[in-house]
């Protein structure tokens, strides 16, 4: 493309998301979280209770009730972040220091240091241009080239010795990755499934809560997330035993029933404070409405840019139905990177706030010599795919 023509194009775009927007005076941020006064009078409620800290309460239990109803599991666990709680959720399922994790390449930094922070190697796999997930035709072949099961029917990873534990597939932007063919994909190589959902509170994938497909599942409530509590995340499952592991590492894995202080394993201070759920909990009320503004915006960008020629607004996965928490926009075609960097430095001057994909994390520094598959199509996507202002208001 010529330099001309990449900034007429670009400014094109920056058009085109204006006029989504039109309504709207000023700058457009990316996030943006709402709250009433339904939520201050919840937290008030709280203080006025005296309760506020991480030893529970009427609004931390409700919360957790709540969030377990909208992920179709029978427990959920909230904790401090989605980080922590997905930390939480692999120790639960026994990967210990030198295990290895399978994460793919394309996610928020937290899904590798999650595995990172417990001492776990993350291993890097493709993604896939359909939803964003895991390639899970990739990721089979992978598997069968790199791994071998062995001794007691787990797997390995013949180039380096270590044995791969765990596999954590993750909603990107709301959108509901392979969950069918990753609960079979465990299956067959006796791996444990975690769904990071941490963006995906309120996606379906088959009519079915995305959450409620993996041994455990960890939903984000940070600032940015559909709804917030401030701060926190919930690990959701079906399972007591799993819950129970959880929330005992969640509070410091302190023995309870008896008269010492005892503590059998090295836990975390991780358990969510009532003062954050009462916030979050006023927060989920809104939900449903949310979700349907966030779509109502999708077909508004839809619309759009459906005549523009050069890009596509990414769409729902088949047979899913995604919170659509955060919208994007893809540009067709090969070698973006000048014609993305063109279109995030003129909306950035002109009060747009647009956002880059992660870059892929087998290319962070921290994570440049850990174990990874073929990866070529995630590097793609890191050019040609840029988010757009999501605010549903
Ligand atoms: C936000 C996010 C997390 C981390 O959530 P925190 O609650 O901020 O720790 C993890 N994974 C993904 C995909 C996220 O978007």
New binding site residues.
């Given amino acids: 493309m010529k330099y001309k023509e990449i900034g007429s194009r670009a400014a094109l775009i920056v058009d085109k998301i204006r006029l989504v927007h039109e309504s709207r005076a000023g700058d457009l941020p990316l996030h943006e979280s709402v709250f009433d006064e339904a939520d201050a009078s919840s937290v008030a409620e709280a203080v006025k209770n005296g309760f506020v800290s991480g030893f529970g309460g009427p609004q931390l239990d409700a919360f957790e009730n709540e969030v377990s109803k909208i992920v179709g599991c029978d427990h959920a666990v909230a904790v401090v972040?989605?980080?922590?709680?997905?930390s939480i959720a692999l120790r639960a399922v026994g990967v210990e220091p030198n295990d290895e994790v399978l994460v793919p390449s394309i996610?928020?930094v937290?899904?590798a240091n999650?595995v990172s922070h417990i001492g776990g190697v993350p291993h890097f796999v493709e993604c896939s241009p359909s939803n964003l997930g895991i390639d899970c035709d990739a990721l089979e072949i992978h598997l069968s080239e790199v791994g071998s099961i062995r001794r007691g029917g787990f797997l390995f990873n013949k180039l380096t010795g270590r044995r791969i534990k765990a596999l954590v597939g993750?909603?990107?932007f709301g959108h509901p990755c392979e969950l069918d063919r990753l609960v079979r994909i465990a299956e067959i190589f006796n791996l444990a499934l975690i769904e990071?959902a941490?963006?995906a509170l309120g996606s379906f994938f088959k009519c079915r809560p995305v959450g409620s497909f993996g041994s455990l599942s960890?939903i984000?409530?940070?600032g940015?997330?559909i709804v917030t509590s401030g701060?926190?995340?919930m690990i959701c499952t079906s399972s007591p035993d799993l819950a129970q592991r959880c929330r005992h590492l969640a509070t410091t894995a302190k023995v309870s029933g008896t008269l010492d202080l005892d503590h059998d394993q090295i836990g975390y201070n991780g358990r969510l404070p009532n003062l954050n759920a009462a916030l979050g909990l006023s927060q989920l009320s809104r939900l449903a409405e949310r979700i349907e503004k966030k779509r109502a915006l999708y077909l508004a960008y839809k619309d759009v840019f459906e005549d523009v020629g050069f890009c596509h607004v990414l769409g729902e996965p088949e047979d899913c139905i995604s919170n659509f928490w955060l919208q994007a926009i893809v540009l067709d075609g090969d070698d973006n990177l000048s014609f993305r960097n063109e279109i995030l430095v003129r909306a950035n001057r002109e009060g747009v706030q647009l956002r880059p994909l992660w870059k892929p994390l087998h290319l962070l520094k921290p994570y440049i010599n850990s174990p990874r598959a073929n990866i070529t199509c995630a590097i793609d996507f890191s050019t040609d795919i840029i988010n757009v202002p999501s605010n549903p208001a």
């Avoid at 972040?81 to 997905?86: E, I, P, Q, V």
């Fill in positions: 972040n989605a980080t922590l709680g997905l996610s928020f937290a899904t999650s993750v909603h990107v990071d941490a963006e960890v984000s409530f940070n940015n997330k701060g926190g995340g």
